[in-house]
C-alpha cells in the first residue's frame, strides 16, 4: 500500500533502539524525511545507518535525552530547520525500571513521570503549530498493553502510561480537525528492552534462564510468539498517513491478542 507521505516530514524520538527504530524505519521507507533521537551517539549513528538503508528522504540524527526540556525543544527546531516543517510526531521512549510497588520509591516514580509522561506534554507542544500548519498533522504515542491490562512487576508502567493514553486523547479533541493524535499499545516484541525485563526476572529468581524467560512472555498469546518490532512500526507508518485519516484518538493494541480486556 502507498501510505502517502513521500516527501513528508517526522519526528520520532527515542528512535536509536526498539520500537522507535522500527516506527522512524517504516516512516524512511514510505518516503518520510525523518529525524532520530537517542541519548548514545554510537547506538544513534548505527541507527541512523539502518534507517538510512531503507529511506527515499533524508534522515538526521539528533542525541539529546528527551527527560530534558531544551532537548525537546531542540529535536522539534531542528526537524524544521532540516526539513523545512514538521508533519508527523512520534513519541517513544525506553520503558521505566520493573519491580514490585514497596521496592519503588519517590525518585522512581518521578523518572518514570519524567521520561513517559512529560516527554510526551512537551513534544507535542513544541511540535504543535508545525503540525498545524502542515496538511493533516498526526501524533502517535507508543506506549504499552499495560494501559489495557497490568503486568505483574511493572507498577511504574501500569500506572504512569495511564497519563499518556489521557494526554493523547485529550489532543485528539483539542488538536483536531488539523491534527490526529492516537496512540499504539505494545506488547511484547524482539527488542533490547523486553531482554533487559527478561534479565532483570531472572535476576529476582522468577526464570531459570533467557529460554525460559522467552517461553513466559510468549505464553498466553494467541499468536504464540513475541512480535517483531517492524509489526508495529507499520502501523505507526499507517496512523501517521492519510490513509487512516478517520481514525483518531484511538488506542490500539499491538500484541498478538494477548490482553484479555474487552475494551
Given at each position: 500500500?502507498?501510505?502517502?507521505?513521500?516527501?513528508?516530514?517526522?519526528l520520532?524520538?527515542?528512535?536509536?533502539?526498539g520500537?522507535g527504530?522500527?516506527?522512524?524505519?517504516?516512516?524512511?521507507?514510505e518516503?518520510?524525511?525523518v529525524?532520530?533521537?537517542?541519548?548514545?551517539e554510537?547506538?544513534?549513528?548505527?541507527?541512523?545507518?539502518?534507517?538510512?538503508?531503507?529511506?527515499?528522504?533524508?534522515?538526521?540524527?539528533?542525541?539529546?535525552?528527551?527527560?530534558?526540556?531544551?532537548?525537546?525543544?531542540?529535536?522539534?527546531?531542528?526537524?524544521?530547520?532540516?526539513?523545512g516543517?514538521?508533519?508527523?510526531?512520534?513519541?517513544?521512549?525506553?520503558?521505566?525500571?520493573?519491580?514490585?510497588?514497596?521496592?519503588?520509591?519517590?525518585?522512581?516514580?518521578?523518572?518514570?513521570?519524567?521520561l513517559?509522561?512529560?516527554?510526551?506534554?512537551?513534544?507535542?507542544?513544541?511540535?504543535?503549530?508545525?503540525?498545524?500548519?502542515?496538511?493533516?498533522?498526526?501524533?502517535?504515542?507508543?506506549?504499552?498493553?499495560?494501559?489495557?491490562?497490568?503486568?505483574?512487576?511493572l507498577?511504574?508502567?501500569?500506572?504512569?502510561?495511564m497519563?499518556?493514553?489521557?494526554?493523547?486523547?485529550?489532543l485528539?479533541?483539542?488538536?483536531?480537525?488539523e491534527?490526529?493524535?492516537?496512540?499504539?499499545?505494545?506488547?511484547?516484541?524482539?527488542?533490547?528492552?523486553?531482554?533487559?525485563?527478561?534479565?532483570?526476572?531472572?535476576?529476582?529468581?522468577?526464570?531459570?534462564?533467557?529460554?525460559?524467560?522467552?517461553?513466559?512472555?510468549?505464553e498466553?498469546v494467541?499468536?504464540?510468539?513475541?512480535?517483531?518490532?517492524?509489526?508495529?512500526?507499520?502501523?505507526?507508518?499507517?496512523?501517521?498517513?492519510?490513509?487512516?485519516?478517520y481514525?483518531?484518538?484511538?488506542a490500539?493494541?499491538?500484541?498478538?491478542?494477548?490482553?484479555g480486556?474487552?475494551?
Amino acid at each position: 500500500m502507498d501510505l502517502d507521505i513521500d516527501g513528508n516530514a517526522a519526528l520520532v524520538s527515542a528512535s536509536s533502539s526498539g520500537l522507535g527504530k522500527a516506527s522512524a524505519k517504516a516512516l524512511a521507507r514510505e518516503g518520510a524525511d525523518v529525524l532520530i533521537n537517542g541519548r548514545d551517539e554510537a547506538r544513534l549513528e548505527a541507527a541512523r545507518e539502518e534507517v538510512e538503508a531503507v529511506a527515499t528522504g533524508d534522515v538526521v540524527a539528533q542525541a539529546g535525552d528527551i527527560t530534558d526540556p531544551a532537548v525537546c525543544e531542540a529535536l522539534v527546531e531542528t526537524a524544521v530547520a532540516e526539513f523545512g516543517g514538521l508533519d508527523h510526531l512520534v513519541t517513544s521512549a525506553g520503558g521505566p525500571p520493573s519491580g514490585p510497588f514497596l521496592e519503588t520509591d519517590d525518585r522512581d516514580w518521578q523518572a518514570a513521570f519524567d521520561l513517559l509522561v512529560m516527554s510526551v506534554v512537551r513534544l507535542a507542544r513544541a511540535a504543535e503549530p508545525h503540525l498545524r500548519a502542515g496538511d493533516g498533522g498526526t501524533i502517535v504515542t507508543i506506549t504499552s498493553r499495560s494501559v489495557k491490562e497490568a503486568i505483574d512487576s511493572l507498577v511504574l508502567s501500569n500506572a504512569v502510561r495511564m497519563s499518556v493514553i489521557g494526554l493523547e486523547k485529550t489532543l485528539s479533541t483539542e488538536f483536531a480537525p488539523e491534527i490526529r493524535a492516537n496512540a499504539v499499545l505494545p506488547g511484547a516484541h524482539e527488542t533490547s528492552r523486553i531482554e533487559d525485563l527478561m534479565a532483570q526476572a531472572i535476576d529476582r529468581g522468577e526464570h531459570a534462564d533467557m529460554a525460559e524467560a522467552r517461553a513466559a512472555w510468549s505464553e498466553g498469546v494467541p499468536l504464540e510468539r513475541i512480535g517483531d518490532p517492524m509489526e508495529l512500526g507499520n502501523t505507526v507508518a499507517f496512523l501517521s498517513s492519510p490513509a487512516s485519516g478517520y481514525i483518531n484518538g484511538a488506542a490500539i493494541p499491538i500484541d498478538g491478542g494477548s490482553t484479555g480486556s474487552n475494551l
